[in-house]
Structure formats: structure tokens, C-alpha cells
């Protein structure tokens, strides 16, 4: 895992990553301390700083603790997989269920390709991640197969990045999404800690939210041909071509 600081400091991120998750819960009283720490590692870039409270809430406050994080911890081990000597040179990324569009700016930047895609049912993207972006398409992909269809033919993407996204959408629905990325590389990567306590408490998470837990078996049944996997704590990484 790549490291910008020192040990404590990214079990910090780690720690304080998953408890953002639940933040939607907390009452007010109760995200206090949590507000104190996100202080203390982005400072005004803070989540809870009051410009991104009383600006995009909860939900999107997540998003873009998400995309600091991402930056640090996911990025590196995503570019790792998808540069391995046994993939092809990628020119066209589309990131399905983009939030603020961080990993696919990330990932089109690493691969020195173009970001074409962008979806997600609600409009986050920040203009640091977009500049580059070709199409934002703005659909519940569950609720609207046909247009993402349109859209992906129009764009014709090499790579589709999916992150944390698979569990926001109904089982039998995911298999309908998978179907209509067919014949392309897809790099999905979701959100399934090593530590029990941890899933178990993001199960619930998930489960009062409305959205759909994922195990890793769960992955490999909707993945049955892997051309690369890897776990880092707490993501799992899946390569494969649809």
C-alpha cells in the first residue's frame, strides 16, 4: 500500500475512512470527535469543515473523503494492476459511478488516456478531476440500463472502472450491468475490510442504508474469470475482461 505518512498516521485514514461511512447515522453530539480528527488530517478540506456541510451534506461529505483517500490508497494499487506487463495500452476510461470523478480522472491520468466517461445519478464531479472529461452522463445506471448502453456505444471505452458501486445496486441488477459492459476490461474495486468487526459493522451500514453487502465469494460469482485480484486492506481489487 503506498503511505504518505507515517504508520499511526495512515491507520488514521484507515480508521477514520470507515467511520465517515457511518456518519449519516451519528447525531450531532455524536460526530464531535469525529469532526476534531477530520480537522486534524485535511484541515479545511475537512468533510465537517463547515463550507462542505453546509455546502454538500453528509452523503457527498463522504464522497469527497473518498476521493482524498482514494488518491492515497487506492489509486496506487489500482495503476499497479492495470499497467501490469499483461494488459493491453488503455486509451479510453469510462468511470461508472463517478461521485466526484477523482478515480477516473486518476486512472486516466496514470494511464496517459483519454477520461471519456463519467456517470452517476448525482452531479459531484469537482472541476480539479473533470477538466479533461469528455461526457458526464447523469442516470441511476439500475434504473436506466438502456441510456448507460447508448452512452458506452457512443463513447466505446477500453476500460470501465467501477468503485464502490456494486453495492448500491440490487443483485439481480448487477449481473444486468455487468451483461452491458461485455467485451470490454473492467477494474471494479469495492469496499470488503479483512478485519470481522469492521464488515460487520459496514453490513450494517449498508443494510439500514438500503444497499446490498458484498462478500468476496460474491465477487467471484459475478467475476468467474479474473485476470487479476488483489486485497489491500479493506479493498478488493478486481481485474477482468467482461
Known sequence: MYTDGTPDENELWDNFYHVLRQVSVLSEEERMPFIALSEYLLGERSPFHPY??????????????LSEYGKRFILPTAKSLLTLDTMPKFKKVADIGCGTGWFGAGIS?????????AVDK??????????????????????????LVEAIDVVEPDLCILCDLLHCIEPKSRKELINNLAGRYCLIVEYIPDDQDLADSYRDQLV??????????????????????TTVHP????LTKL
Open 52 to 65: 462542505a456541510v453546509d455546502t454538500i451534506g453528509d452523503y457527498r461529505s463522504l464522497c469527497f473523503w
Open 109 to 117: 491520468e496514470a494511464l496517459d488516456a483519454k477520461f471519456a466517461l
Open 122 to 147: 448525482r452531479k459531484m464531479l469537482l472541476k480539479g478531476y473533470t477538466e479533461s472529461l469528455e461526457m458526464f452522463l447523469q442516470i441511476d445506471v439500475e434504473e436506466r440500463p438502456k441510456k
Open 208 to 229: 439500514r442504508k438500503g444497499a446490498k453487502p458484498l462478500s468476496r465469494a460474491d465477487i467471484f460469482e459475478l467475476f468467474p474469470v479474473v485476470h487479476a485480484y
Open 235 to 238: 479493498y478488493v481489487y478486481v
